[in-house]
């Protein structure tokens, strides 16, 4: 019985994702997507602008907010979370407008449109919370689990998936697996690709 578990909790988050995928992609049938935002131009040069409530995306993110998601049960976890977003996201924006602007894709035009609360409220509510929970709570939880399960893997992705280790780091690997044969090859292997 014991057994069954994974393959059936596997089988389970398999079907959630490709639902969930369906739904964000508006393949299935029902919704009817309400226009929030029609053909907006915020400057001159700016291409028009227009944005659905999907509701479909919504309800593929809760599902999976619901069902696969970890969440803060402390105040102290809550405050680790918080700090954590908040420093990246202060970061992450701060990089992308300093490069959007270093290539001249962005020009600086402040403006608070009329829409700006329903355009943040959409976002936050429909598309950040379908994205974060496929991609963190559904496959970034199961790809560590998975990592974490098998010693190989690890190997695998310091040597090709991180892709900031060099050669001599998997050199060293693959010396120190040279008295397991079949884990040796294939370390050689993937050691191939890895960057100088």
Not at 28 to 46: I, M, R, W
Request: glycine letters at 4%; aromatic letters at 8%; a positive charge.
């Amino acid at each position: 019985m014991r057994e069954s578990r994974p393959i059936l909790s596997d089988l389970l988050a398999g079907v959630a994702a490709l639902l969930a995928l369906a739904l964000a992609l508006h393949v299935l049938p029902g919704f009817d997507n309400p226009v929030v935002v029609s053909q907006v131009h915020l400057s001159g040069k700016a291409a028009p602008f227009t944005q659905y409530a999907n509701f479909d995306k919504g309800s593929a993110g809760l599902l999976l907010l619901a069902f696969y998601c970890r969440r803060a049960a402390t105040l102290s976890e809550w405050r680790s979370v918080l700090t954590t977003t908040a420093l990246a996201a202060i970061a992450t924006g701060t990089a992308v407008i300093a490069c959007a602007l270093a290539i001249g894709y962005a020009a600086p035009e402040a403006k608070l449109p009329a829409f700006a609360l329903t355009f943040l409220s959409v976002n936050l509510l429909f598309t950040c919370v379908a994205e974060e929970a496929f991609f963190r709570g559904l496959l970034q939880e199961r790809m560590t689990r998975t990592i974490a399960a098998y010693p190989m893997l690890r190997w695998a992705d310091r040597c090709v998936g991180n892709r900031v280790r060099s050669r001599t780091f998997c050199r060293r690997a693959v010396a120190r697996s040279a008295c397991n044969d079949r884990r040796h090859r294939l370390l050689a292997r993937i050691c191939r690709n890895a960057p100088r």
